[in-house]
C-alpha cells in the first residue's frame, strides 16, 4: 500500500515542484477535454491538433521534469545531514511508491498523445494549413490534383527514423525561416534533399505500368468570337523493349534500370544543362557537353583543379526532373481557361469569351482582394466590348464572375510571388518560361564525335492531328469500341 499525504508533504517543501504539478494537472486536464471535444463535439483543425498533441504535452513534460528537480534541491538545502528533513519527515516507501504509479500513468498517458502528435503532423491538414500563408499555394493545388488522397509524408518523409529525424530537422529550419519572416517567396524549386524517384513514385508506378503507347487528346479553344475548338492529338511513345537488343526505347528510357544518366546544369532549377553523361549497363559512358559552356565539368564531375564548383549541380537523372509537379500542378492560364471551357463550367457559345476571361485573369493584381474586384468587372466590361451580345448572355456572364474568381485565386499568390507560370511544367516543348525537354534535347549538347543528343520529335510521340478543327482520327477514334 501507498499513501499520497508523503509525496504530498514532501511536493509541499518546494515551490518549483509545485508549480511543476500545477502545469502538470492543468496540461493533462486541457488536454483531455481537448481531445474528447474533438473526437465527439467539434471537427477538427490544425490549430487544435498542434494545441492537443504539441503544446499540451510538451507543458506536461516539462511540470513532469520540475516536480523532482523541485524536491531535489529542497533536499540539498538541508544544513544537517545530506539527507536533509525532508526525507525523516516523510515516508520514502510510500513516496516512490506513488511516483512509481503516477510514473506509469504518465507513460500511458505520453504514449497516447506521442502517437496522436505523429499521426497529427503526418496529415496534410497539418503540412497544408499551419502554416497557412507559406503553403497555402500548394496545398490548395495538392487538394485537386491525382494524388489528393497521398498523406505529404508519404513522399515528402517516407519511411524510416533517418528520413523521419531528417524530415523534422528540415521542419525546425523551415519554422524558424516563417518566424523570422525569411523564407523563399515563392518556394524554390526543385526540391533539392527528396528522396530518390524510385522510392516515391517506384512504390505505386512500376516499370511495366508506363510501358506501351498513349493517345492523348489535346483541346484548345482559340481567342477569336467563336472561341473556335481544335484538336491536337497524339500518340505519346511512353516506352517499349526493343526486339533487337532488349533494351528500352520511348519517353520512359530516361528512367529505365537498364543505364543510368547524370547530368549538370549551371542553376539550382536545373535549366541551364551544360553536361549529360549516360553509362549503360556494361559500364560504357557516352558524354554531351555544351561547347560554348565555359563551366563544363570534368569527367569526374569536379573541376580540373579538384575543386567542386558550387555552380554546378549533379544529379542522378529520374522521374521528377521530367514530371517536375506531379502532385502540385499550377496550371498555365490558357490551359486552365481552355479545361474550364472543355468540361462546359464556361460555356463556350458566349461569343469573345475566352479572350475577355483570358485578358482579366492574367493581369497583374497587387493582392488578391484586388483580383477578385478586376475580375468582378465581367459582365461590365463585356457591356462595353460587346453591347450587342449582352442582352442574350448577361445572367450566364453573372455566373462565370466566380468560376474565374476561384481559378484565380486557385494559382496566383501575391503574397507569395506566385503569379501564373512561376511553376512551370518540365514535360513537352520550350515555352517563354522553361526549356523543358529542350534543356537536353536542343541539338547542341554535343559528344567527342560532334553528335548531339537526338530532338527528333518522332522518338518520343507521333503527331496524328495538329490544331483541327474536326479531325478525322478523332472520329476513328470514338468509333472503337
Same mark, same amino acid.
Given at each position: 500500500?501507498? &499513501?499520497? *499525504? ?9 515551490? @518549483? ?11 493533462? /486536464? ?53 539527507? %536533509?528533513? @525532508? ?13 512509481? $504509479? ?11 498523445? /506521442?502517437?496522436? !502528435? ?28 491525382? &494524388? ?17 529525424? *531528417?524530415? *523534422? ?14 523564407? !523563399?517567396?515563392?518556394? =524554390? ?22 510501358? %506501351? ?6 483541346? +484548345?479553344?482559340?481567342?477569336? =468570337? ?12 511512353? %516506352? ?35 553536361? $549529360? ?15 560554348? !559552356? ?7 564531375? &569536379? ?21 517536375? +509537379? ?42 488578391? =482582394? ?25 445572367? *450566364? ?6 468560376? @474565374? ?46 553528335? /548531339? ?29
Amino acid at each position: 500500500m501507498f &499513501h499520497i *499525504k508523503p509525496f504530498l508533504d514532501a511536493l509541499s517543501t518546494s515551490k @518549483l515542484a509545485i508549480f511543476g504539478a500545477v502545469l502538470v494537472t492543468t496540461a493533462i /486536464g486541457a488536454d483531455a477535454l481537448l481531445i474528447v471535444g474533438e473526437l465527439l463535439i467539434f471537427e477538427s483543425n490544425p490549430y487544435i491538433g498542434i494545441i492537443a498533441y504539441v503544446l499540451f504535452p510538451g507543458m506536461a513534460a516539462t511540470g513532469l521534469m520540475l516536480i523532482p528537480i523541485g524536491m531535489l534541491l529542497v533536499m540539498r538545502k538541508s544544513h544537517r545531514d545530506p539527507v %536533509g528533513k @525532508l526525507i525523516r519527515r516523510v515516508r520514502r516507501k510510500h513516496v516512490f511508491q506513488l511516483i512509481l $504509479v503516477l510514473t506509469l500513468i504518465n507513460l500511458i498517458i505520453f504514449a497516447f498523445a /506521442g502517437y496522436r !502528435s505523429i499521426h497529427f503532423m503526418e496529415s496534410a491538414t497539418f503540412c497544408g494549413l499551419t502554416c497557412h500563408q507559406v503553403m497555402s499555394p500548394e496545398y490548395t493545388v495538392y487538394q485537386r490534383s491525382h &494524388h489528393s488522397e497521398v498523406a505529404c509524408v508519404e513522399c515528402h518523409v517516407g519511411p524510416g527514423v533517418g528520413w523521419l529525424i *531528417k524530415s *523534422k530537422l528540415d521542419g525546425t529550419r523551415q519554422l524558424a525561416g516563417v518566424i523570422l519572416d525569411n523564407y !523563399s517567396r515563392p518556394i =524554390e524549386t526543385p526540391i533539392h534533399n527528396m528522396r530518390p524517384a524510385e522510392h516515391i513514385c517506384g512504390e505505386c508506378h512500376s516499370e511495366e505500368s508506363y510501358q %506501351g503507347n498513349r493517345v492523348k487528346v489535346i483541346q +484548345r479553344y482559340e481567342p477569336d =468570337e467563336n472561341n473556335t475548338r481544335t484538336f491536337s492529338i497524339i500518340n505519346l511513345q511512353l %516506352g517499349e523493349t526493343s526486339n533487337e537488343d532488349q533494351t528500352m526505347r520511348g519517353i520512359h528510357w530516361h528512367a529505365s534500370k537498364d543505364h543510368e544518366i547524370r547530368f549538370w546544369s549551371l542553376d539550382r532549377r536545373r535549366e541551364q544543362v551544360i553536361r $549529360v553523361e549516360l553509362t549503360d549497363e556494361h559500364g560504357q559512358k557516352r558524354v554531351w557537353t555544351r561547347p560554348e !559552356s565555359a563551366h563544363t565539368p570534368a569527367d569526374d564531375g &569536379h573541376q580540373d583543379d579538384g575543386q567542386q564548383d558550387d555552380h554546378q549541380n549533379m544529379r542522378v537523372m529520374d522521374c521528377v526532373d521530367c514530371h517536375n +509537379r506531379p502532385t502540385h500542378v499550377f496550371l498555365p492560364p490558357d490551359k486552365a481557361l481552355d479545361d474550364l471551357l472543355a468540361d462546359g463550367t464556361i460555356d463556350p457559345t458566349i461569343p469573345w469569351i475566352r479572350s475577355l476571361s483570358y485578358e482579366l485573369i492574367t493581369q497583374t493584381y497587387e493582392s488578391d =482582394e484586388q483580383a477578385m474586384e478586376g475580375i468582378a468587372q465581367l459582365p461590365a466590361l463585356y457591356h462595353e466590348r460587346f453591347e450587342a451580345a449582352w442582352d442574350l448572355y448577361a445572367d *450566364k456572364l453573372e455566373e462565370i464572375v466566380p468560376v @474565374l474568381q476561384d481559378l484565380h485565386s486557385t494559382y496566383i499568390y501575391p503574397e507569395m510571388n506566385i503569379q501564373w507560370n512561376t511553376y512551370p511544367s518540365l514535360i513537352g516543348h520550350p515555352t517563354a518560361h522553361t526549356s523543358a525537354c529542350f534543356r537536353c534535347h536542343d541539338g547542341v549538347l554535343v559528344d567527342a564525335q560532334g553528335v /548531339g543528343i537526338t530532338n527528333d520529335c518522332k522518338s518520343c510521340h507521333f503527331v496524328l492531328a495538329e490544331d483541327e478543327q474536326d479531325p478525322m482520327i478523332l472520329k476513328l477514334l470514338e468509333a472503337q469500341p
